[in-house]
């Protein structure tokens, strides 16, 4: 420990505090708790979802991941950039003209029964649970690292910090400090990649060809190759899926799409988070390769085994205790904004959804809803803080990948049957979403990285299920049991349909257009 990262990690906290109690000041309602009132301009939403998007796994996990395993890391950046074309063209301004502060509120939109919003508030708590698990690895991991405290006292100390955060910040707190953070990681980024391709003598070819030089026993294949880590084409193909799919049913990033006016800013918040998510994976490649060029595989295993701390190791390789000191309170202050953004959506599917709309069938006061909400938001953060004290050596883009899985798995299938099946019914989005998060979630336990022998899962013994990621059979298992139980089950009114078409095309009701 040093006075330079004590003096970092101290303006850093300061500052996401100070933002906090500003927020606090604004956050007297429901809707500025969930959507900061629906006030945030494009431009400000697209930086807030990059500073949700660009979480542990994005800046932890995937250099550390390309610094292991080369190109096989590198999948993890293209899955997460080219995810937003999905969100873009399908997704981003239909749940914002049909949605109030949920997903389940857009499912409701057609399907008016409290078992559809009751599900779809399950398979949110569930995805959120396991991206939390990633976030809360990745901080545990980066704090023990730097302060030489237990890894069990690091993972409570931030889950205090960003149950703080969405007590008394809602989202208006949240989205100031993912603003503030994107760019803050962009200029940490920026700032490496900038001496690794000094390093190289800003010559491409020259590290690309140092690359190629790589090998290790762990290695299976080619470092700038894919099959590095010895996977099936399969598991690869799996991995992409779940990936490519995943963000367009991520709750806390779909609810990012509530906090501006309309479903054009919307649009233009998507297009901002593009670019700006963009330019960060490109720049992995630097920070991956640089770390495996200037850093020993044991170096960066002996930090952490799934690599994790690859990233701080060369900031302070390239640039001593300042850059590492920069470096390791952006990552610290990266993870504190994501959480803070899933304990919110989680908080929000329990209290709106399950309390407000279902037990209390919508007759809830702001104060209830308030208090529903912050009762939740710490139940979520005392079930991830005690999970993820159990998955300490495992990769954290690797676990984020899993909660695309069942995202991908569960709600995705119901978000475009919604919007573009005339004859999806009540009994096909129950379906959807049920078989969709109950096969991706029994296949990541019986897969290699919750069983396995090596000791790196929850479970030591052999797997049953043999890909590491599920999605090539779940994805495809969430789509079909929509069809089957909108199939042979009976048909409904085609009018809800009719009203869903308008309103997410337009944001204009028709019962808005009868009464004018």
């Known amino acids: 420990m040093n006075i330079t990262v004590i003096i970092m990690f101290i303006t850093f906290v300061s500052l996401t505090l100070l933002i906090t109690y500003f927020a606090s000041k ?31 796994a994005s800046f932890l996990g995937i250099a550390g991941a390309i610094a292991l395993w080369g190109f096989d890391g590198f999948f993890y950046s293209i899955g ?86 969405v007590l008394f910040g809602g989202m ?49 294949g080619d470092f700038i190759n894919p099959g590095s880590k010895g996977k099936s084409p399969l598991d690869n193909i799996s991995l992409i899926i779940a990936l490519l799919f995943g963000t367009a049913g991520l709750p806390h990033i ?116 308030m208090k529903a909400a912050k009762i939740a938001s710490l139940a979520v953060s005392v079930l991830s803080i005690v999970l993820a004290l159990f998955a300490q050596n495992m990769n954290v883009a690797f676990l984020v990948s899993l909660a695309f899985c069942v995202a ?19 009994s096909g989005a129950i379906s959807a979403m049920s078989v969709g998060l109950i096969v991706s979630v029994v296949l990541v336990i019986l897969s290699p990285n919750v069983m396995n022998m090596a000791g790196t899962g929850f479970i030591t013994m052999e797997p049953i299920f043999p890909l590491s990621n599920p999605a090539i059979i779940s994805v495809p298992a969430g789509f079909l049991a929509g069809f089957i139980g909108t199939f042979f089950t009976k048909a409904e009114s085609k009018a809800k349909f009719d009203e869903v078409q308008v309103k997410s095309t337009t944001g204009i009701s028709v019962s808005e257009v009868t009464h004018t």
């Open 172 to 220: 208006t707190a949240t989205s100031w400090v993912q603003m503030v953070k994107a760019v803050l990681l962009m200029i940490g980024t920026i700032i490496i990649s900038f001496l690794v391709f000094m390093h190289f003598n800003f010559n491409l070819s020259t590290m690309f060809g140092a690359m190629q030089q790589i090998s290790a026993p762990e290695l299976k």
């Open 26 to 56: 604004r956050n007297n309602s429901a809707s500025e708790f969930y959507t900061a009132g629906g006030g945030l301009t494009g431009w400000q939403n697209g930086l807030a979802i990059a500073g949700d998007y660009l979480s542990a």
């Open 80 to 165: 997460y950039l080219t995810a937003y074309l999905v969100v873009l063209y399908i997704v981003a301004e239909p749940l914002r003209n049909l949605g109030k502060y949920t997903l389940a509120d857009m499912i409701a939109a057609r399907f008016h029964l409290k078992k559809v919003r009751a599900t779809a508030a399950v398979s949110s708590i569930t995805i959120v649970i396991f991206y939390m698990l990633a976030q809360l690895v990745g901080a545990g991991a980066l704090i023990q690292l730097l302060f030489n405290i237990p890894y069990t006292l690091a993972v409570i100390l931030v889950g205090v910090m960003m149950t703080i955060y």
């Open 408 to 426: 991908a798995s569960a709600n995705l299938p119901v978000i475009v049957y919604t919007i573009f099946w005339k004859r999806f019914n009540t």
């Open 254 to 369: 779909l609810m990012r799409f509530f906090t501006v006016r309309d479903a054009k800013t919307a649009l233009s918040s998507v297009m901002w988070a593009t670019w700006i998510i963009g330019v960060f994976y490109i720049l992995t490649i630097f920070l991956g390769f640089g770390a495996a060029s200037l850093l020993s595989r044991a170096e960066i295993i002996k930090a952490n085994p799934a690599g994790n701390m690859a990233a701080p190791l060369l900031a302070e390789k390239l640039g001593g205790d300042l850059l590492m000191s920069f470096v390791s309170a952006v990552a610290f202050a990266t993870i504190l904004a994501v959480v803070a953004g899933l304990v919110l959506s989680g908080a929000s599917a329990f209290a709106h959804d399950i309390y407000g709309e279902i037990i209390k069938k919508g007759k809830i006061s702001e104060a209830e809803q």
